[in-house]
């Protein structure tokens, strides 16, 4: 169970600061069951509740500081993949979005950040489908990245960038 004011993520939300733990927020009577109530720290003005034991949403404490900085250093060795299948292909970039996997998350961003550059290249224009899961892996990893190194999320990818520059040289 987390803490409030605990920082986790949690399902097409991303980035959620527990406010509360309570009783049922809509059903009065059910006071059973335990609720979050989630304040999306980079959606300004919403509010979730979810239970407790919801297993259908992800839920999981974001990354610290010490965890970042080694998924960092594993970049350079995490795999692209490329399914030819664009079905398939979805669905693996929708898993990977879903279970907040961070290595996953780093797949897809490299993936489509050398698939858009190889398109580019040659002439042809970047699919919108790409580009849709290209900004949604960035906008859950850099958030997530954000708040555990302390650092604006626009520059959450400069960042990143310098890092794996020093590790090369």
Request: charged content about 35%; hydrophobic content about 35%.
């Amino acid at each position: 169970m987390f803490e409030i004011g605990e920082l986790i993520m949690c399902g097409g939300h991303g980035v959620c600061r527990v406010t509360a733990i309570t009783g049922n927020p809509i059903d009065k009577l059910d006071r059973e069951r335990k609720y979050y109530i989630l304040e999306p720290v980079f959606e300004k003005g919403s509010t979730i509740y979810t239970p407790v034991d919801n297993e259908k949403i992800v839920m999981r404490k974001i990354m610290n500081k010490k965890d970042a900085k080694k998924l960092i250093g594993q970049i350079p060795d995490i795999e692209t993949v490329w399914i030819k299948e664009e079905k398939s292909r979805e669905q693996m970039y929708k898993e990977a979005i879903r279970t907040y996997d961070c290595q996953s998350l780093v797949q897809i961003i490299k993936t489509l950040y050398l698939r858009r550059q190889d398109r580019v290249q040659q002439g042809k224009k970047v699919l919108s489908s790409d580009e849709h899961y290209l900004k949604k892996a960035e906008e859950l990893l850099y958030s997530e990245m954000s708040l555990a190194l302390s650092i604006p999320k626009e520059r959450v990818e400069e960042y990143i960038f310098s890092q794996i520059n020093k590790i090369r040289r």
